[in-house]
């Protein structure tokens, strides 16, 4: 079992409208949780990069959550477009393996107009 | 642009070919790495460059071979690949080695089809 579980796998919403992805990690201790974006025939992108201490961090209509208590991560995307279509990538930073990325599986966002 | 490019960005190539993908960084980063990106699986870290010297090898097929001439630039030398090695190859690089806060910056990927 992988070690960073992202839900749902994929996700079809409306232009305009909300939606929040999870993750779920097992990964401890860990130093940091990235959010990556990886539009179509494209390597991801950074959104957001949390330390273990940090519990919101926002860039634009892209707010990431963590609690650390339950290992879980949240990336809110408010008011959603059309170019929000993409891949979601949730990776943690693993202190037990030298800082190493662990990637989770990612989630598929499609918007439609 | 993320300052990290591939070429090429699509290739097909038989059990019998080799081939090599490139990676070249114009970010002045010292570490470089390779990952395979299957549909619906977690990234696959390959290969990790740090100054020019291998420092990370996950148990990779000798299929793949990679090389650093520099730490602006990798290659991926492919030959006699299987099928299941179709995917995409994503080529990365970062200032220090990435797990930090070391940002890592992607390139576009090369699309690879084994026949």
């Known amino acids: 079992k992988n070690q960073v579980e992202q839900s749902p796998q994929s996700l079809i919403i409306l232009e305009g409208k909300n939606c929040t992805l999870q993750?779920?990690?097992?990964?401890?201790?860990?130093?940091?949780l990235r959010w990556y974006k990886q539009d179509t025939g494209r390597g991801p992108v950074s959104l957001t990069i949390?330390?273990?201490?940090?519990n919101t961090k926002s860039n634009g209509r892209y707010t990431a959550t963590l609690d650390a208590d339950t290992k879980q991560s949240s990336l809110h995307i408010t008011a959603s477009q059309l170019s929000d279509s993409a891949s979601y990538i949730c990776?943690?930073?693993?202190?037990?393996?030298?800082?190493?990325?662990?990637f989770g599986a990612g989630t598929i966002l499609r918007v439609k107009s | 642009e993320t300052g990290v490019t591939q070429t090429p960005r699509h290739l097909v190539m038989g059990m019998t070919n080799k081939k090599s993908l490139k990676c070249e960084q114009h970010?002045?980063?010292?570490?470089m790495y390779w990952y395979k990106q299957s549909a619906k699986k977690p990234l696959e870290l390959m290969f990790v460059?740090?100054?020019?010297?291998?420092?990370e090898n996950n148990s990779v097929p000798s299929r793949f071979s990679p090389e650093c001439p520099n730490s602006s630039h990798l290659f991926l030398h492919l030959h006699t690949l299987q099928p299941e090695d179709s995917a995409l190859y994503l080529c990365?690089?970062?200032?220090?080695?990435?797990?930090?806060?070391?940002?890592?910056?992607f390139g576009p990927g090369t699309r690879l089809t084994v026949l």
């Open positions: 990776v943690v930073s693993a202190i037990r393996y030298g800082n190493k990325l662990v």
């Open positions: 460059y740090s100054l020019e010297e291998r420092v």
């Open positions: 993750c779920n990690y097992t990964v401890s201790p860990f130093s940091n």
């Open positions: 970010l002045g980063h010292n570490a």
């Open positions: 949390m330390t273990f201490s940090e």
């Open positions: 990365a690089s970062s200032k220090g080695l990435a797990g930090g806060y070391n940002e890592q910056f």
